[in-house]
């Protein structure tokens, strides 16, 4: 089981660092001097990866934020004849540039990829 370490000092978050002189696992603190040697030498890390498509659905309203550009692109769904799209936001180093559309129409909400 994980558990989080703070500082004695100052009370923040500690991170796992290597002291690569002593080759030796620490838990430091960013705010302060404070180190600690770790008692277990196992790191664990938790990373979440999503889908772009996944996080625009987690946006309501795409259609009507003024912050994104508009194009004039049909939509195949309800014909209308605007809407909003953005860039791909993912930092993978694997991802290519893709621009996701959202129909301009309010009612519709239909998405796609170009």
Known sequence: MATFKYCLECNNLLYPREDK??????FACRNCE???????????????????SEQTMML???STDPT???ANVQCAKCGHPEAVF??????????KMT???????????????D
């Open 21 to 26: 002189n002593e080759r030796k696992l620490m």
């Open 86 to 95: 953005f860039q791909s936001s993912s930092r993978r180093a694997d991802a």
């Open 68 to 70: 994104l550009p508009r």
């Open 34 to 52: 404070y180190q600690e040697q770790a008692e277990n030498v196992c790191v664990y890390r938790h990373e979440i990866v999503h889908a772009p």
């Open 99 to 113: 621009l996701f559309y959202v129909c301009g129409n309010r009612g519709c909400g239909h998405r796609w990829v």
């Open 60 to 62: 309501a309203d795409l």
